[in-house]
């Protein structure tokens, strides 16, 4: 490759501002869709990018020659490393909030750093959010039998307290762990007139992945709440949710994440209750 092909995504982002200009108009097309949506343009495939960006396939190989690239999958490397740039290790992150609180501000930095990240990760999903997906969720929802709930890794504890929630509205659930290994199990029981709630966000949990694949072949409906049109979750949904956090030092916030599952959680319950509609026993 020329070593003055953008290697990373930085430069990337700078090279196709300082030409953007210059570009001919379904190229600048494309690369305004490029720095809107990074997260697609790793995910997806040249055919599905093209449709939502609405161009021609053949229009993202000449945006990649363009920029001096030998063809799109080489642009597409670029997309892919910035996740895994973001994707950073723990003790990196841990090492970058450090440097922070060592630059004079001290520890209240950090504290003010992830404020900032909730507060921006909350004002997106508010401006954002579908309304009628939002009412269609909750009306899916209301009228399960049982709500299944799953999710790993650092989507967990959002799904522990949709779990916990459910409970305290006496809404009957059923949180999707086992330390005996009996999840397969567990998912087993669902049927088409129960429902699911799952949680993944990039580098999707494999487990949540498979778990939820199987749920759906089972004809159970799913409500998602993920990352990306392009996330392995949307495929398998019925109504899915994008929220994108804000993160600090690497660390996503799950601010806006909560404020879904809390609001799904308690206009579930009320539509439940307006509806007259009691918990069934099997």
Do not use: C
Not at 3 to 18: G, K, W, Y
Not at 24 to 48: C, E, H, M, V, W
Not at 91 to 102: N, S, V
């Amino acid at each position: 490759m020329d070593e003055r092909v953008p290697r990373d995504f930085q430069t990337l982002r700078a090279t196709i501002l300082e030409r953007r200009q210059s570009l001919p108009k379904r190229i600048a097309q494309i690369a305004a869709y490029a720095l809107d949506n990074p997260d697609d343009i790793a995910f997806g495939t040249a055919a599905s990018i093209a449709a939502s960006a609405g161009v021609q396939p053949s229009t993202l190989i000449r945006f990649a020659q363009q920029l001096g690239f030998d063809g799109f999958t080489s642009l597409q490397q670029v997309f892919r490393e910035r996740l895994r740039e973001r994707n950073s290790s723990y003790d990196e992150r841990l090492a970058a909030l450090r440097a922070k609180a060592e630059e004079g501000a001290g520890h209240r930095a950090i504290f003010d750093g992830f404020v900032a990240a909730a507060s921006t990760s909350l004002s997106d999903i508010s401006r954002t959010l579908n309304e009628a997906h939002f009412e269609e969720a909750i009306t899916l929802l209301a009228k399960a039998e049982t709500i299944y709930v799953l999710a790993k890794r650092r989507s967990y504890p959002v799904a522990s307290y949709i779990a916990y929630a459910l409970g305290k509205l006496k809404i009957r659930n059923q949180l999707i762990e086992s330390a005996a290994g009996l999840n397969a199990e567990m998912i087993g029981f669902a049927t088409p007139a129960d429902a699911v709630i799952a949680i993944s966000f990039s580098p999707y949990a494999p487990a949540t992945i498979e778990e939820t694949r199987t749920i759906s072949d089972q004809g159970v409906p799913i409500v998602a709440i993920t990352d990306s049109s392009f996330s392995p979750l949307a495929q398998f949904a019925k109504v899915w949710f994008e929220v994108a956090e804000a993160d600090f030092g690497g660390f996503r916030s799950l601010s806006a994440t909560m404020a879904l599952a809390m609001a799904l959680t308690v206009a579930v319950g009320e539509k439940r209750r307006d509806s007259g509609r009691k918990p069934k026993s099997r």
